[in-house]
């Protein structure tokens, strides 16, 4: 059964004699779990993937030689996607396991969720970007507040022409609006396709390349399940989402977060984010336009 708030949900909080009206904004609807074949292809080292069950769950192998991945069959624009992931376990310093969008040309966008290995019993990292017209630099780092590694957890985007919400479970954890009335472009009228992939990067990943992938403890293996897209589909070439505006992602209720969301992510800021590209002077001494927006200072 879905679950998700109508535009219309109001709570009322009565504290202290006092009575407040808050709208909610809306919940993601809960995703449907498919096999991998109904919305995904493998795209390289097709004998580094293995499938069980008839393919709802599905697992990638990186070793010396190659890692692997996979791609949506389709190009979407706009919608809710979202992957149920168990990361590498063990000592994974210098893998990559990545899910994300993308589009197809040279001044690209893209979504990403990066998770960074690490040694045995130290953190995963979890990195996240958004590129628009081919510029990125955008990165934040969290620390997630479970083992990624003993679970399955769900981690998604919902993308309309409002905003680009990431999501850990239930749990917003960052939020990119839509800012081009600032002067930053944002992703509206390309398609993307959604990809994984789990690869060495080692050069960077750990420590910023300090820590090597250890390939004594090859093959590395991240374990997928979900495999859920419910998206605008649309060809490479389309400039606009032929349902614009009659998806449920697609409501009113998601042109933003509400105050319980805003606190959720607030949370997250305060106690897990370790990088913010919002507050690095070094690199951006002036703070990027869209950071007050996205409320990330």
Not at 218 to 245: L, N, W
Request: charged share 25%; aromatic share 16%; glycine share 8%.
């Amino acid at each position: 059964m879905a679950s998700f708030a109508s535009s219309a949900a109001v709570t009322v909080l009565i504290v202290l004699g006092l009575v407040s009206v808050t709208t909610l904004a809306g919940t993601p609807r809960r995703p449907i779990d498919v096999p991998f074949q109904k919305n995904y292809v493998p795209t390289w080292a097709y004998d580094h993937i293995k499938y069980f069950n008839e393919g709802r769950e599905v697992q990638l192998y990186l070793d010396k030689n190659t890692g692997t991945g996979f791609q949506s069959g389709g190009s979407y624009l706009f919608g809710h996607f979202s992957m149920q992931i168990k990361m590498v376990p063990g000592d994974s310093a210098g893998t990559v396991t990545a899910f994300y969008l993308s589009s197809q040309n040279s001044e690209h966008d893209e979504i990403d969720f990066e998770f960074l290995g690490n040694r045995t019993n130290q953190p995963y990292i979890l990195q996240t970007n958004v590129f628009t017209g081919g510029k990125g630099d955008r990165e934040q780092r969290i620390y997630l507040w479970f083992d990624p590694t003993k679970d399955y957890h769900s981690y998604s985007v919902l993308w309309n022409m409002y905003q680009i919400v990431f999501y850990v479970d239930d749990v917003p954890i960052r939020v990119f609006k839509n800012s081009k009335d600032l002067g930053v472009r944002y992703p509206f009228n390309q398609p993307m396709k959604i990809y994984s992939s789990l690869w060495n990067g080692d050069d960077w990943a750990t420590r910023g390349g300090l820590e090597k992938t250890d390939w004594s403890k090859a093959p590395f293996v991240a374990t997928y399940r979900g495999f859920h897209i419910d998206g605008c589909e649309a060809s490479a070439e389309a400039k606009f989402c032929a349902t614009q505006g009659m998806r449920w992602w697609d409501q009113k209720e998601f042109r933003d977060l509400d105050g319980l969301q805003y606190r959720r992510l607030q949370w997250v800021r305060q106690k897990y984010t370790i990088y913010n590209y919002c507050t690095d002077r070094k690199r951006y001494p002036a703070m990027p336009p869209e950071c007050r927006r996205d409320k990330d200072v």
